[in-house]
């Protein structure tokens, strides 16, 4: 008994390694959802597997045991059979009930199971009863689901039904046995062409065989329970999953992604029914329906993993028969070390300290040279749109609520852009012109390697200091025009030169020392950077 529990337990620990490399893959890669959900699979599987290899992980030092003499206290002592050792009351109950905890570990684990077993088997019971009401799709659907599943490679097209009810359009494989099935009267409420994208989304679960998933996740549901890492990957497997039919229907109709929102907004909002039953594979949620409203009018997600998707698959997949094992080691005082004369120790390396706060802003400014090929927002909350920045470059960024909420700006304010092959810094300005709007400045800054967004009334001065040594060389009397310039040019009305209370500058021994705001030092950056540039 003891063993099964610490394989069960082992699993469970390596599979919450696994869950944080998933989750830290799909936030690197939105792009490739397929390559995520492999990995959300890989954890539910590796919960499931048994360990091949063990790697002993060493946990800390425990000293030598030391023998402590007690006697037993009168008041909590008895007699044992023999008459002659006073043993206390605690041992004696522990005798008479002979429970190890091993023992009622695996007894709540083996209820919790047979109960969360007993939950599936009703509601597979319940909507069994509900496919009696299913009646077949006249000729017309059945021959668009058949287009679509020719289009899609699939040699073999299963039947449509219609439910009555507000129930979620789905894929459900029971027995080797596949049905799409469709809420009649949401059918109704679409045009042809939403409801082909509709079939090819449902056809893209069968393409892709969601329906092993399904049962994967079933089996290890009822194994794992208690696991709260399981829960997290059943919710991001799922997400990732709806990601991955987005991107088969837009590869399946690549020039027109209007029609598939529409239908996406209309299902969702028409399935309120209950929630999927076991082996069924759906159309996703209303709290993930905005992300996946963006990454469809982009229409830059990869539909399959990819050649790195597979050699990162192939080299994870090595891991999983591990198991973790923790080991104690005995702590052993060391012989002392003989004197030495005339030898100074050398003293101790210090550790590799971590990255300074320059290296990381030098590498989100470098994630802001990037160019991105679209941004396209309609009309989109500004949250979202930070978000999805956030997901696509990889970057850190997080906004000032507060001071944003002082300039009049809040999470759904809508923003509007429609940009090509730019830079993620220029999207940016532009982006945060658009939630502006004309009645709030709104600027970025770069700290500890994150960009955060706030209001530039609001935004607190900083001191910056550049080396124009470069640009005076030959030039000695060329300072004072550098300085003319700048203040001139960039936010006049700012410096105190002009009358302003937030802009300072000076210039000493080639280095000008500027404080100004953040979007203010950018653009002193840019015109110095320019002026080295005609010094060439």
């Not at 009930?97 to 919790?112: D, E, H, K, Q």
């Not at 994208?197 to 794992?224: F, I, N, P, S």
Request: proline share 8%.
């Amino acid at each position: 008994m003891d063993s099964l529990l610490r394989i069960a337990l082992s699993n469970a620990a390596c599979a919450a390694l696994l869950a944080l490399l998933a989750a830290a893959v799909s936030r690197l890669f939105p792009r490739r959802p397929a390559l995520g959900h492999a990995l959300w699979v890989l954890v539910l599987f590796k919960l499931l597997t048994p360990p091949v290899w063990t790697l002993d992980l060493p946990t800390f030092h425990t000293p030598a045991p030391i023998a402590i003499a007690a006697s037993p206290s009168p008041s909590v002592a008895v007699s044992d059979h023999s008459g002659s050792t006073p043993v206390p009351d605690t041992v004696r109950a522990r005798r008479r009930l002979n429970i190890s905890p091993s023992l009622a570990v695996a007894t709540i684990w083996a209820a919790g199971s047979l109960f969360c077993g007993v939950i599936i088997v009703a509601r597979l019971r319940r909507f069994g009863r509900i496919q009696r009401y299913a009646s077949p799709a006249p000729p017309e659907t059945q021959r668009q689901a058949h287009d679509a599943a020719s289009q899609m490679g699939l040699q073999k097209c299963p039947p449509v039904f219609f439910l009555p009810g507000p129930v979620c359009p789905m894929l459900f494989v029971a027995f080797g046995h596949a049905r799409i099935l469709l809420p009649s009267a949401l059918w109704d409420r679409l045009s042809p062409a939403q409801q082909s994208r509709l079939l090819t989304h449902e056809l893209a679960h069968l393409r892709r065989g969601d329906h092993w998933v399904r049962l994967l996740e079933l089996l290890v549901t009822v194994a794992y329970w208690w696991n709260p890492f399981l829960w997290w990957s059943r919710r991001e497997l799922h997400i990732a999953e709806e990601a991955c039919c987005d991107a088969w229907v837009a590869w399946a109709f690549p020039t027109d992604s209007d029609e598939y929102a529409t239908a996406l907004i209309e299902t969702i909002d028409f399935a309120s029914g209950p929630p999927l039953p076991v082996l069924a594979s759906g159309i996703g949620h209303f709290r993930t329906l905005k992300r996946r409203l963006i990454m469809i009018q982009q229409g830059r997600s990869m539909r399959t993993m990819g050649n790195l998707g597979w050699a990162l698959i192939a080299t994870i997949v090595l891991v999983v028969p591990f198991s973790l094992k923790m080991t104690q080691a005995q702590q052993a005082s060391p012989p002392p070390a003989p004197p030495t004369r005339g030898i100074i120790p050398s003293p101790a390396k210090p550790p590799a300290t971590q990255r300074t706060q320059q290296e990381l802003n030098q590498q989100a400014q470098a994630k802001l040279n990037r160019p991105l090929p679209a941004l396209q927002f309609d009309g989109v909350g500004f949250a979202d749109v930070i978000d999805f920045l956030r997901d696509v470059t990889g970057s850190n960024i997080r906004a000032d609520w507060v001071a944003l909420g002082v300039a009049g700006v809040d999470q759904n304010t809508p923003v509007s852009v429609h940009l090509r092959n730019v830079t993620f810094a220029k999207g940016l300005d532009v982006i945060l012109a658009s939630a502006g709007d004309g009645r709030a400045k709104l600027t970025y800054t770069i700290q500890a390697g994150s960009i955060v967004i706030s209001a530039a009334d609001v935004t607190n001065v900083m001191m910056a200091t550049y080396d124009v040594q470069a640009i005076l060389t030959g030039q000695p009397d060329y300072g004072p025009k550098i300085v003319a310039q700048i203040v001139d040019t960039i936010d006049p009305s700012s410096w105190q030169e002009h009358g302003g209370n937030k802009g300072m500058i000076k210039l000493e021994d080639g280095k000008l020392f500027v404080a100004q705001t953040p979007s203010n030092q950018r653009a002193v950056s840019a015109l110095l950077a320019r002026l080295r540039d005609e010094k060439k």
